[in-house]
């Protein structure tokens, strides 16, 4: 396998794929619809190095017919999804179509090993829609953090502070010696952020995931305990 990390086989490799249209010849895939294409020997000459052999001996095949063609196919049906990771961005790769992916799901097969594939394969693979129902899922997510983000709602004070008010509470970002602190009615946070969209992000997270009717419920408590003790 060392052979095919040589110069002179990629080299012979780009000219074999670019005689064969930069497609597979079994089943027209090219990179543009995902193909990973590789080139097959047609048949072994005793004693040739792969970029030894004439052209007409070589032909361009996707890594699905390339498997195919050495009896190596993995099964298409009887996957399971079995976990996620996101992995911030586009640096994964699909090991079913070859694609750059940042969002990767782990699919399992009782007969295959494990793959790490993209939203679209995980579906055709599991024959669902998980995947794209989760994706859709953080799609909106992450439109609704966007929109809160750049919310016209958020006025600016004469101090450079940033304030909206959002289920029954009063979000403050502060400038803090170059940095920013989200403060809830009138209440500072003890963590400095170093951007006005990191401390919206942190207000954002709190609204999500409930920590701030908590914290409103908390503060409710400790003011009606102080009214009885007045």
Same mark, same amino acid.
């Given at each position: 396998?060392?052979?095919?990390? $040589? ?6 490799? %780009? ?5 064969? *249209? *930069? ?9 543009? %619809? ?12 005793? *004693?040739?190095? @792969? ?24 099964? =298409? #049906? ?34 295959? @090993? ?8 995980? /579906?055709?693979? #599991?024959?669902? #829609?998980?995947?794209? !129902? ?10 609704? %953090? ?19 008010? %959002?289920? *029954? ?5 502060? @400038?803090? /010696?170059?940095? =920013? ?6 209440? $500072? ?7 006005? !969209? ?10 999500? !995931? ?21």
């Amino acid at each position: 396998m060392r052979h095919y990390h $040589r110069k002179d086989w990629l080299k012979f490799r %780009q000219e074999v794929i670019e005689l064969d *249209g *930069g497609a597979c010849v079994r089943c027209g895939r090219g990179p543009l %619809q995902g193909a990973v294409l590789q080139v097959h020997h047609k048949e072994y000459l005793p *004693g040739k190095l @792969p970029w030894d052999y004439p052209y007409e001996l070589c032909e361009t095949l996707c890594k699905g017919c390339h498997a195919d063609e050495h009896g190596i196919v993995q099964p =298409f #049906t009887g996957w399971e999804c079995i976990g996620y990771d996101d992995l911030g961005e586009p640096s994964g790769e699909c090991e079913l179509c070859g694609t750059s992916i940042r969002h990767v799901f782990f699919v399992q097969h009782a007969k295959w @090993p494990s793959l790490e594939v993209g939203e679209t394969c995980c /579906d055709h693979l #599991t024959d669902t #829609t998980l995947a794209s !129902n989760h994706m859709d899922s953080i799609r909106r997510f992450e439109a609704r %953090q966007q929109r809160f983000i750049r919310s016209t709602r958020w006025k600016v004070d004469s101090d450079g502070a940033f304030r909206i008010h %959002q289920k *029954g509470a009063d979000l403050i970002v502060e @400038p803090v /010696d170059e940095k =920013f602190r989200l403060c809830v009615n009138n209440v $500072r946070g003890k963590k400095t952020l170093s951007s006005v !969209n990191d401390a919206k992000l942190l207000a954002f997270e709190l609204l999500e !995931n409930g920590e701030l009717d908590a914290f409103l419920r908390k503060l409710k408590m400790h003011a009606k305990r102080a009214d009885e003790i007045a």
